[in-house]
């Protein structure tokens, strides 16, 4: 169940993330773009551990 979770928060992350990382591009907000190459790299972090929790069991 866990992993689930997990690769579904990663998947919004990256989702949202990618969408702040194009807006902040082309409205030139250096700001907007960091934020969302930030959250698209926690979204890749909760995918990693939502694959270690399906690999080991959701005990960890």
Known sequence: MGEMVDKAKAAGNKLAGGAKD?????????K??????????KGA????AGTVKGKLGNDI
């Open 32 to 41: 907007l773009q960091a934020e969302g190459k930030a959250q698209k790299a």
């Open 45 to 48: 972090a909760q995918d990693v």
């Open 22 to 30: 194009a807006v902040g591009k082309a409205t030139d907000n250096p």
